[in-house]
């Protein structure tokens, strides 16, 4: 009988484990020993790291916020119904992903990046994280290329740049959602790419939005983010820091991408309820002591990338509602100081017939002319003062008292320029329409006429341009300024159609 050699097996094996390339499987389970209001705490996860993802062992999917001596306090993103105490948690080892990609153009999708519109599901194999650092100052370049949004008061006064956050603020229903709805109705031929977030919306109005823009075509060059008002909190608190991993993929692929945040008011009583149930210390108007770093950890990553890095920019639009137009309110406050530049509606502008409802005294754009045309810029120039000089005066003039012929005249230039800067919703203008218009309201072509006949003459003068002088705006187009000799043509153009529609109106 063979003697067996212990050493040899014994170096066998030794030689056998060394080399093995398989590792043991290990994963770090806890356990729920609290449920209730979307919030779970969890005994076991010594090495949890905040905003990790979480797995239940019923499939519910979390992720931890609270990092506590003896428990972790996660949110849950799902229902939750069936997670209960001493239910099982096990780590992933990730943070928050979303799917990214192409496959998300003309989608409805839920911030987890699931098909809400009925559609097939989401086939992408692209991920990035829901949380990311924004690039810094050394990987940006200067924002001096316009975003056209297509009204006209915008981008003649308070100009909005590729890489710029702009805010929209003011009370309910004064129109802040039809402005950023008409900006990415506006970019539909462009080449930008728009990402909506709707934020605890209703879904009938989320539908509406989804409906208007299939209705101008601009939807296959979107992605829908929504979170309607049943959602939970944790998922509302999600969604827009999804729809910016979105807007990312696209930003680093050197492609320009408009993002509407609507609204982060909505957002900020997420966080809020969220904070209260993981019992954070509250601070004014109950608001966590960390709700500034909420949004501006979100506006920050809004850039324009330096050449190198493939020149793709992210410009954001958040939303801001206000109560009784009080803009010195904690969350609007917030959210001005972030952001470069604010378009400030008021409601009574609203109801007085003037829409878009936009004070340009309380407006303002940061980045200003940079962000403008030679050709708006040459057109524009003055315009704000004027509308200032116009509401200065038109104050004086309601308290009776005789005018004279230069206040009168000045009062006159002025409420055209405000019939002027009046839009039909969803019906966006391109720059060079804009010029035409402008040029011919501050030269007094429109004096004579009577305010109910100023809409009608911009229309007629905009199609007799096209039809009979398209060189105006093609040489606009092309050289996005306006010369001496355009000018000139302008005049011939616009006097010509000046007369017969004067004739028009006698016969």
């Given at each position: 009988m063979a003697s067996i050699d212990v050493d040899e097996i014994s170096r066998t094996l030794l030689e056998r484990v060394r080399h093995s390339t398989q590792s043991p499987d290990v994963d770090e389970v806890g356990t729920v020993i609290q449920i209730g209001d979307g919030i779970a705490r969890i005994y076991g996860l010594e090495k949890c790291m905040a905003g990790e993802l979480l797995e239940f062992d019923t499939g519910d999917m979390g992720?931890?916020?609270?990092?506590?001596?003896?428990?972790?306090?996660?949110?849950l993103f799902t229902s939750g119904a069936m997670v209960r105490e001493g239910s099982g948690v096990k780590r992933t080892g990730r943070t928050m992903q979303v799917s990214v990609g192409d496959a998300l153009l003309g989608r409805v999708v839920s911030p987890l990046t699931e098909a809400?519109?009925?559609?097939?599901?989401?086939?992408?194999?692209?991920?990035?994280?829901a949380e990311a650092v924004a690039t810094g100052v050394t990987e940006r370049q200067p924002v001096n290329e316009p975003l056209q949004t297509g009204v006209m008061a915008i981008d003649s006064m308070i100009p909005i740049g590729k890489g710029q956050r702009q805010l929209i603020i003011g009370d309910r229903q004064t129109g802040k959602t039809a402005i950023a709805v008409d900006a990415m109705i506006n970019q539909k031929?462009?080449?930008?790419?728009?990402?909506?977030?709707?934020?605890?919306?209703k879904a009938s109005v989320i539908a509406g939005i989804v409906n208007i823009l299939s209705r101008h075509g601009a939807m296959d060059n979107t992605v829908v983010v929504a979170t309607t008002s049943s959602d939970s909190a944790p998922l509302q608190f999600l969604a827009p820091y999804a729809g910016c991993a979105i807007a990312e993929e696209f930003m680093y692929a050197g492609k320009d991408v408009l993002?509407?945040?609507?609204?982060?008011?909505?957002?900020?009583?997420?966080?809020?309820?969220m904070s209260l149930l993981l019992k954070r210390p509250p601070g004014r108007e109950a608001y966590p002591g960390d709700v500034f770093y909420l949004h501006s950890r979100l506006l920050e990553r809004a850039a324009r990338l330096s050449e190198p890095l493939g020149g793709g920019s992210i410009t954001a639009l958040p939303i801001v509602e206000t109560l009784s137009g009080d803009i010195s309110a904690y969350i609007p406050t917030n959210v001005i100081?972030?952001?470069d530049g604010q378009i400030f509606l008021e409601s009574e502008l609203f109801?007085?017939?003037i829409r878009p409802a936009i004070n340009v005294g309380l407006s303002v754009s940061r980045v200003g002319g940079s962000a403008q045309t030679k050709a708006m810029k040459n057109v524009a120039a003055s315009l704000r003062i004027e509308l200032a000089q116009y509401r200065e005066l038109q104050v004086f003039s309601q308290l009776g008292s005789d005018?004279?012929?230069s206040t009168r005249a000045r009062l006159n230039h002025g409420s055209k320029l405000m019939d002027t800067l009046k839009q039909r919703q969803y019906n966006p203008l391109p720059m060079e329409e804009q010029v035409v218009i402008l040029y011919c309201a501050k030269h007094g072509y429109l004096a004579d006429l009577p305010f109910y006949d100023v809409a009608r003459f911009n229309q007629g003068l905009v199609a007799h341009v096209r039809s009979s002088a398209p060189e105006i705006l093609e040489d606009i187009v092309k050289t996005h300024d306006f010369t001496a000799e355009?000018?000139?043509?302008?005049?011939a153009a616009a006097g010509a159609y000046k007369d017969s529609f004067k004739h028009s109106q006698t016969v």
């Open positions: 992720m931890a916020l609270n990092l506590e001596e003896d428990n972790v306090g996660s949110v809400l519109d009925g559609k097939e599901p989401i086939n992408t194999d692209k991920f990035r994280p031929d462009k080449g930008v790419i728009c990402v909506y977030v709707a934020i605890g919306q993002i509407v945040y609507d609204d982060l008011s909505k957002h900020a009583v997420a966080y809020r309820t100081s972030i952001t109801h007085s017939g005018l004279d012929e355009t000018e000139e043509r302008l005049k």
